[in-house]
């Protein structure tokens, strides 16, 4: 069974729009983040969260807001969608933050935004 | 800020051949963690080898990673290439600092052919 599960897997956007990326995890994490990966570039880190407490924000951007309703959720809401947004966006999550824990990923959300 | 390079982006090897895939990195840390992530195609990236202690070797699953404090490098080997292990290895970086994020190299996609 997923540990991580993130939905949808596939989201086509147009631009001006609003979406909302889904992740849930299942192994009893504490600490979970978000990582993006545009077209030819790395993975790279978004945000961080422990026991539902934003712990770091690297993203220039307030369009992008994390939610975190539960300890085991951390969506993403991406307001106002650009096409530059398009990319794949990984869930992570750790036993904790603040160590140097193992980040066990997601199998992702592939946004595309037109 | 940190920064993980990964010169090679496709290398393409015989089955049976030895994998080097080379991993240079920079931080001011000096616990640094690296780590080497593997993604198989429709899978969730997941850790293959981690280390933080230099000049140690550090394997699994039939590959091996030495972190060189020295000269900042943390390559992945493996004496004999299977077609399984054709996927996309990133390698990444934990230098804890302020917020204990992973730093990503732009991967290097690994082809191996009959």
């Known amino acids: 069974d997923p540990k991580i599960i993130q939905k949808p897997k596939y989201l086509v956007a147009v631009t001006g729009s609003e979406k909302i990326l889904i992740c849930e995890q299942y192994?009893?994490?504490?600490?979970m983040y978000w990582y993006r990966q545009s077209a030819k570039k790395p993975l790279e880190f978004m945000f961080s969260?422990?026991?539902?407490?934003?712990?770091d924000n690297q993203t220039a951007s307030s369009r992008f807001q994390p939610q975190s309703s539960k300890k085991n959720h951390l969506d993403l809401q991406i307001t106002a969608l650009k096409p530059d947004d398009s990319a794949t966006y990984f869930c992570?999550?750790?036993?904790?933050?603040?160590?140097?824990?193992?980040?066990?990923f997601g199998p992702g959300t592939r946004l595309t935004v037109l | 800020g940190d920064s993980v390079t990964q010169k090679e982006g496709l290398v393409t090897l015989t089955e049976g051949l030895p994998v080097m895939l080379n991993c240079t990195y920079q931080?001011?840390?000096?616990?640094?963690?690296l780590f080497w992530y593997v993604h198989y195609l429709n899978e969730s990236p997941r850790l293959l080898l981690k280390?933080?202690?230099?000049?140690k070797r550090t394997e699994h699953q039939g590959f091996h990673a030495t972190l060189h404090k020295s000269s900042s490098s943390f390559h992945l080997q493996k004496s004999s290439a299977q077609l399984s292990d054709s996927a996309l290895y990133y390698c990444?970086?934990?230098?804890?600092?302020?917020?204990?994020?992973?730093?990503f190299g732009k991967g290097t996609l690994l082809t191996v052919t009959p």
């Open positions: 992570a999550s750790s036993q904790d933050w603040g160590d140097f824990a193992e980040q066990f």
């Open positions: 192994l009893g994490h504490n600490a």
């Open positions: 969260y422990s026991y539902q407490k934003l712990m």
């Open positions: 931080t001011i840390y000096s616990n640094a963690f």
């Open positions: 280390s933080s202690t230099d000049n």
């Open positions: 990444a970086l934990n230098s804890g600092g302020s917020n204990y994020k992973l730093t």
